[in-house]
């Protein structure tokens, strides 16, 4: 049976304790420095569930706006506030770092669709007005 190594750091990486340089070091060992266990790097390329949640949120908010801003707008409240736990879970540390960029996009198309979705309310609110009215 065919044996495939272990991966291992490359080059860049240090560890986030003491900061010695990990190349060559298998993921899952020790740092030979200080002795904190090599995750780290592994994590990094991971995002946050809320950093996602919001960003699709946030696209679905704005996709449908033409919706009446029935479907979008809770959409676009929801991608507000989860790029809000997912920046407050960066900051905690309990998420990567790496995640602030979706949290972002997420809470930009948030408001994006909060804007769409009340532009299309208003318009239909004004057009049952004037078949009200005339």
């Given at each position: 049976?065919?044996?495939?190594?272990?991966?291992?750091?490359?080059?860049?990486?240090?560890c986030?304790?003491?900061?010695?340089?990990l190349?060559?070091?298998?993921?899952?060992?020790?740092?030979?420095?200080?002795?904190?266990?090599?995750?780290?790097?592994?994590?990094?390329?991971?995002?946050?569930?809320?950093?996602?949640?919001?960003?699709?949120?946030?696209?679905v908010?704005?996709?449908?706006?033409?919706?009446?801003?029935?479907?979008?707008?809770?959409?676009?409240?929801?991608?507000?506030?989860?790029?809000?736990k997912?920046?407050?879970?960066?900051?905690?540390?309990?998420?990567?770092?790496?995640?602030l960029?979706?949290a972002?996009?997420?809470?930009?198309?948030?408001?994006?669709?909060?804007?769409?979705?009340?532009?299309?309310?208003?318009?239909?609110?004004?057009?049952i007005?004037?078949?009200?009215?005339?």
């Open positions: 049976m065919q044996e495939y190594p272990e991966p291992t750091a490359k080059s860049g990486i240090h986030q304790s003491c900061g010695y340089d190349v060559g070091v298998a993921i899952g060992q020790k740092c030979p420095e200080c002795g904190s266990e090599i995750m780290q790097f592994a994590v990094k390329t991971q995002s946050s569930g809320k950093a996602i949640a919001s960003m699709v949120l946030g696209i908010s704005i996709i449908t706006c033409m919706g009446y801003g029935i479907i979008g707008m809770p959409c676009a409240i929801l991608a507000i506030i989860f790029a809000k997912a920046r407050l879970a960066v900051q905690d540390g309990t998420a990567p770092a790496s995640s960029g979706m972002t996009a997420g809470k930009v198309c948030g408001w994006i669709g909060v804007g769409l979705n009340s532009l299309m309310l208003l318009y239909i609110l004004f057009i007005a004037v078949l009200i009215f005339s």
